[in-house]
């Protein structure tokens, strides 16, 4: 067992992702299987400043592996960014003996993890729940894959309903700074063409393609918008289209939250599964201020500096396939 950790908590902060659940089981169940005392945190840094702690033993976590949402509950805390806020968390983990944390969230998540387990020396480790896949140090992260599978779904729904009706559908989906989503349900529901904020976005050669298809005989096209898109948006991006093309009966479709709810996945599910009992392991082995990741199906470390400042490389590869095929 590692030095001086004998009561662990977790948490789930910023936005929800499929699988949460999952992690937070893995997380409970695995730290009371290495002899951890186990605390969950209500309302992430929320609950953690207001002393929300409720003690988790193995019927906590019973037939939750395979619901969306976070049993814990989530919430962003401005009062956690702030010295004072800080304080009061600590002194809640210190009133109840607490040694250890395990947050469950993005990169806002790990930056203010980091720093509070760098004011106060407390262990702290990270998991990548995030809808988004943005974040270095893991190939995948939890709930991407139940998301991405979401999109597809609806956009495959649409495609029926726009071809039904000689439409040109603009469908907008989460990714405010990254076109992950965007890119890989584009190709897998065969979109015209993806607009994502790591490419330059060109209104006059989308219009081009869209004339292209017209003249080889499409009767309905699907374009997929990353929110984060330079132009602003579908909606945006609809408009300017329309200013150059008439080829078809424009539709604009935002997915929004759908995207984050739902069953998670196999993958998610077995994602969570792994890197949550990684998080114990790598607290009972002396790693603190790391994230746990997957990288070539192998479980590895990244520290949080670095998960929560850098950000994963979009695979041109990809792109450039999408542009193939979209002909």
Not at 2 to 16: F, H, M, P, Q, R
Request: with cysteine.
């Amino acid at each position: 067992m590692g030095v001086n950790i004998y009561k662990v908590a977790v948490l789930t902060s910023g936005g929800d992702s499929p699988g949460m659940n999952a992690c937070i089981r893995a997380v409970v169940r695995s730290g009371i299987h290495y002899g951890f005392e186990m605390w969950g945190v209500v309302r992430g840094y929320d609950g953690l400043i207001k002393g929300d702690f409720k003690k988790m033993d193995l019927r906590s976590v019973s037939n939750i592996i395979n619901r969306g949402g976070t049993i814990l509950k989530s919430a962003r805390s401005e009062e956690f960014r702030t010295e004072a806020g800080m304080e009061k968390a600590f002194q809640q983990l210190k009133e109840r003996s607490i040694d250890a944390l395990v947050v469950i969230g993005g990169d806002g998540s790990f930056k203010g993890a980091y720093h509070f387990s760098e004011k106060y020396d407390i262990a702290v480790m990270g998991l990548p729940g995030t809808i988004d896949n943005d974040l270095y140090g893991t190939d995948f992260t939890i709930g991407y894959d139940t998301a991405t599978n979401t999109v597809v779904e609806c956009i495959d729904k649409i495609r029926d309903t726009a071809d039904a009706h000689n439409r040109l559908f603009f469908i907008e989906v989460m990714g405010r700074d990254a076109g992950y989503i965007a890119l890989n349900a584009g190709i897998a529901a065969g979109c015209e063409d993806i607009l994502i904020p790591e490419t330059k976005t060109s209104i006059d050669d989308l219009v081009k393609n869209l004339k292209k298809g017209r003249a080889n005989r499409k009767t309905s096209g699907l374009v997929i918008v990353s929110e984060g898109d330079e132009e602003g948006g579908a909606y945006e991006v609809a408009r300017k289209v329309k200013e150059q093309f008439d080829g078809y009966e424009m539709k604009v479709t935002v997915l929004g939250h759908i995207q984050r709810g739902g069953s998670p996945s196999c993958f998610d599910r077995v994602l969570a599964s792994r890197l949550g009992v990684a998080a114990i392991e790598g607290l009972r082995n002396g790693e603190s201020r790391m994230m746990a990741g997957l990288i070539n199906n192998k479980v590895v470390y990244t520290p949080l500096t670095q998960a929560s400042k850098m950000h994963s490389e979009m695979d041109d590869d990809l792109f450039r396939i999408s542009k193939i095929l979209s002909i």
